[in-house]
């Protein structure tokens, strides 16, 4: 059993985190282009902690022996697995790599299935990080969002959660129809009243081939334009700066110290194996860094691992500038920026100083030191655009 004390204290490294997906949830939500299922007969969830052994068992004979510095059960609604189910996966983690006592171990959980009995289970089985997606603090948004709880349920969701785990973290949408700057203001200081020391804080965007896609284009609601999105994102920093939550990424926000740390290794630019239906891992096999894709639909993928062992149906070996790419477009979401020196070292090359001392001007970056590059909060509302241009 992976040790249930205390986690350990954060350290710079860009880490070895395992991701473990499943795939299914009670409903799936309007919003929601993630890799989740609804199934309306019992999974088979002995079934499918085998097939969890049996790809983690194939991942580590891929990556070779690692020490993991973070544990990630995400979905899909993870809080819809049994204990023994969440046990068996995080022993068989254990089984295959070293995994030192305290390390951060995160179980996603919706508010809806959440039970006290269920969550001393998880907690039993090594579990000492929990992230509740209880998405807004007023049942009009939450009806609109399709969630299948209200703000009494999670309310008692985040009060069992701090009673039994360690850490806690919520998530929030924001830039909901409707939604002002005065009235998000006050759900906000409201969720870091109930928020131990992490938040999520996400704005609701439109993705497509979801319910929301073919909605927003039939302009069955609308959503706050880009100039009143970035104004709520500004709000939003400033407010959880204010309270001792400050942003160490665009969407997430942590009392110092509290910071996720899987969530770190992946913006870190750190390795990671997947195991699950449609999980993704980057890691380093033969000196270079690969990409694995599982195959996304949860039957094929059981299939596919009982009958080779893994579920893996596509990824890609990256080159020094794809390396170099998905670095900068990773490190400048955080607040501490990137490493120059690393980039180099990934791309053979150094950023164009002619480009950084224009986005400077702009306002957009600015250096750390000698050795570091951040965006600022207005470089971060326009990332994509600055990454572009950094690594062209």
Same mark, same amino acid.
């Given at each position: 059993?992976?040790?249930?004390?205390?986690?350990?204290?954060?350290?710079?490294?860009?880490?070895?985190?395992?991701?473990?997906?499943?795939?299914?949830?009670?409903?799936?939500?309007?919003?929601?282009?993630?890799?989740?299922?609804?199934?309306?007969?019992?999974?088979?969830?002995?079934?499918?902690?085998?097939?969890?052994?049996?790809?983690?068992?194939?991942?580590?004979?891929?990556?070779?022996?690692?020490?993991?510095?973070?544990?990630?059960?995400?979905?899909?609604?993870?809080?819809?697995?049994?204990?023994?189910?969440?046990?068996?996966?995080?022993?068989?983690?254990?089984?295959?790599?070293?995994?030192?006592?305290?390390?951060?171990?995160?179980?996603?959980?919706?508010?809806?299935?959440?039970?006290?009995?269920?969550?001393?289970?998880?907690?039993?089985?090594?579990?000492?990080?929990?992230?509740?997606?209880?998405?807004?603090?007023?049942?009009?948004?939450?009806?609109?969002?399709?969630?299948?709880?209200?703000?009494?349920?999670?309310?008692?969701?985040?009060?069992?959660?701090?009673?039994?785990?360690?850490?806690?973290?919520?998530?929030?949408?924001?830039?909901?129809?409707?939604?002002?700057?005065?009235?998000? @203001? =006050?759900?906000?200081?409201?969720? &870091?009243?109930?928020?131990?020391?992490?938040?999520? %804080? *996400?704005? !609701? #965007?439109? /993705?497509?081939?979801?319910?929301?896609?073919?909605? @927003? =284009?039939?302009?069955?609601?609308? &959503?706050?334009?880009?100039?009143?999105?970035?104004? %709520? *994102?500004? !709000? #939003?920093? /400033?407010?959880?700066?204010?309270?001792?939550?400050?942003?160490y990424e665009i969407s997430n926000h942590a009392r110092p110290g509290a910071e996720s740390r899987h969530n770190l290794t992946y913006w870190r630019y750190g390795e990671y194996v997947g195991v699950g239906p449609?999980?993704?891992?980057?890691?380093?096999?033969?000196?270079?860094?690969?990409?694995?894709?599982?195959?996304?639909?949860?039957?094929?993928?059981?299939?596919?691992?009982?009958?080779?062992?893994?579920?893996?149906?596509?990824?890609?070996?990256?080159?020094?500038?794809?390396?170099?790419?998905?670095?900068?477009?990773?490190?400048?979401?955080?607040?501490?920026?990137?490493?120059?020196?690393?980039?180099?070292?990934?791309?053979?090359?150094?950023?164009?100083?002619?480009?950084?001392?224009?986005?400077?001007?702009?306002?957009?970056?600015?250096p750390v030191g000698n050795a570091r590059l951040r965006a600022t909060t207005a470089g971060m509302i326009v990332l994509d655009a600055v990454v572009a241009d950094l690594a062209r």
């Amino acid at each position: 059993m992976i040790g249930t004390g205390q986690t350990m204290p954060l350290d710079r490294g860009p880490g070895f985190g395992v991701y473990i997906h499943w795939p299914f949830c009670a409903a799936k939500c309007p919003y929601c282009d993630f890799n989740s299922h609804v199934r309306h007969q019992p999974v088979d969830q002995e079934r499918f902690a085998r097939a969890f052994e049996t790809e983690l068992a194939t991942m580590r004979a891929r990556s070779g022996p690692r020490e993991v510095t973070s544990i990630f059960l995400g979905g899909g609604t993870p809080s819809l697995m049994k204990p023994e189910t969440v046990a068996t996966v995080l022993e068989a983690v254990a089984k295959n790599w070293t995994v030192p006592a305290g390390i951060e171990v995160t179980l996603e959980a919706n508010p809806s299935s959440v039970e006290a009995e269920r969550f001393r289970g998880y907690r039993a089985a090594g579990v000492n990080r929990v992230s509740l997606g209880v998405q807004a603090l007023n049942d009009k948004d939450l009806r609109f969002l399709g969630r299948l709880h209200n703000v009494e349920e999670a309310l008692h969701a985040i009060g069992l959660a701090r009673e039994i785990f360690p850490r806690l973290s919520f998530d929030l949408i924001y830039a909901r129809p409707g939604q002002t700057p005065e009235s998000w @203001h =006050a759900e906000l200081e409201e969720a &870091i009243g109930h928020a131990a020391d992490h938040l999520s %804080l *996400y704005q !609701l #965007t439109i /993705e497509e081939g979801t319910p929301f896609h073919a909605l @927003h =284009a039939a302009r069955k609601f609308i &959503i706050p334009d880009n100039d009143q999105a970035a104004d %709520l *994102y500004a !709000l #939003t920093q /400033e407010v959880t700066a204010a309270h001792g939550l400050p942003a160490y990424e665009i969407s997430n926000h942590a009392r110092p110290g509290a910071e996720s740390r899987h969530n770190l290794t992946y913006w870190r630019y750190g390795e990671y194996v997947g195991v699950g239906p449609g999980a993704h891992g980057r890691f380093v096999e033969n000196g270079r860094r690969t990409v694995t894709v599982a195959e996304r639909m949860p039957e094929t993928w059981l299939n596919l691992v009982e009958a080779k062992g893994h579920g893996v149906t596509g990824g890609e070996v990256l080159t020094r500038a794809e390396e170099a790419d998905e670095f900068l477009l990773m490190g400048l979401r955080l607040a501490e920026g990137i490493d120059l020196q690393r980039y180099e070292t990934l791309s053979g090359r150094g950023l164009s100083s002619a480009r950084l001392s224009v986005l400077q001007e702009e306002g957009l970056v600015a250096p750390v030191g000698n050795a570091r590059l951040r965006a600022t909060t207005a470089g971060m509302i326009v990332l994509d655009a600055v990454v572009a241009d950094l690594a062209r």
